[in-house]
Protein backbone atom coordinates (compact mmCIF):
# COMPACT_ATOMS: atom_id res chain seq x y z
CA UNK A 1 0.00 0.00 0.00
CA UNK A 2 1.45 3.42 -0.91
CA UNK A 3 1.36 6.18 1.80
CA UNK A 4 -0.51 9.92 0.31
CA UNK A 5 1.90 12.73 0.81
CA UNK A 6 1.55 15.37 3.12
CA UNK A 7 -0.21 18.41 2.40
CA UNK A 8 3.58 20.27 2.51
CA UNK A 9 5.32 17.98 -0.24
CA UNK A 10 2.00 17.40 -2.42
CA UNK A 11 2.24 20.91 -2.88
CA UNK A 12 5.76 21.60 -3.41
CA UNK A 13 5.08 19.21 -6.20
CA UNK A 14 3.47 22.04 -7.81
CA UNK A 15 6.45 24.65 -7.30
CA UNK A 16 6.75 24.77 -10.86
CA UNK A 17 3.01 25.24 -12.19
CA UNK A 18 2.20 28.90 -13.28
CA UNK A 19 -0.61 29.55 -11.12
CA UNK A 20 -1.35 30.94 -7.17
CA UNK A 21 -1.01 27.76 -6.51
CA UNK A 22 2.35 27.06 -7.98
CA UNK A 23 3.20 30.92 -6.27
CA UNK A 24 2.22 29.83 -2.90
CA UNK A 25 4.48 26.31 -3.35
CA UNK A 26 7.60 28.51 -4.20
CA UNK A 27 6.70 30.26 -1.07
CA UNK A 28 6.46 27.33 1.15
CA UNK A 29 9.69 25.98 -0.14
CA UNK A 30 11.61 29.19 0.38
CA UNK A 31 9.98 29.53 4.30
CA UNK A 32 12.52 27.94 6.51
CA UNK A 33 9.42 28.60 9.46
CA UNK A 34 6.48 27.10 6.84
CA UNK A 35 4.34 24.58 9.82
CA UNK A 36 4.53 21.49 7.19
CA UNK A 37 3.37 18.98 9.68
CA UNK A 38 0.47 21.92 10.44
CA UNK A 39 -3.26 21.10 9.09
CA UNK A 40 -5.00 23.80 6.98
CA UNK A 41 -6.35 26.12 10.06
CA UNK A 42 -2.35 26.17 11.50
CA UNK A 43 -1.16 27.16 8.41
CA UNK A 44 -3.69 29.51 7.73
CA UNK A 45 -2.93 31.30 10.74
CA UNK A 46 0.97 31.26 10.16
CA UNK A 47 -0.40 33.16 6.80
CA UNK A 48 -2.38 35.65 8.27
CA UNK A 49 0.09 36.39 11.36
CA UNK A 50 2.62 37.62 8.89
CA UNK A 51 0.11 39.62 7.14
CA UNK A 52 -0.50 37.76 3.95
CA UNK A 53 -2.74 39.49 1.82
CA UNK A 54 -6.64 37.22 1.32
CA UNK A 55 -5.96 36.25 -2.02
CA UNK A 56 -2.64 33.88 -0.48
CA UNK A 57 -5.17 32.75 2.27
CA UNK A 58 -7.83 31.46 -0.34
CA UNK A 59 -5.21 29.68 -2.47
CA UNK A 60 -3.78 27.56 0.31
CA UNK A 61 -7.69 26.76 0.98
CA UNK A 62 -8.02 26.15 -3.01
CA UNK A 63 -4.75 23.78 -2.55
CA UNK A 64 -5.99 22.21 0.51
CA UNK A 65 -9.28 21.56 -0.97
CA UNK A 66 -7.58 19.68 -3.82
CA UNK A 67 -5.38 17.69 -1.89
CA UNK A 68 -7.85 16.35 0.08
CA UNK A 69 -9.79 15.42 -3.38
CA UNK A 70 -6.80 13.92 -4.72
CA UNK A 71 -6.54 11.70 -1.23
CA UNK A 72 -9.67 10.54 -1.66
CA UNK A 73 -9.01 8.55 -4.74
Known amino acids: M ?3 PGFTTWLQAHANDESAIGD ?9 YWPSRGQLS ?8 RGAI ?6 LE ?12
Do not use: I
Open 62 to 73: RAWELYEARQER
Open 54 to 59: PAVVET
Open 24 to 32: LARDVAADP
Open 42 to 49: GQRDYLEE
Open 2 to 4: TQN
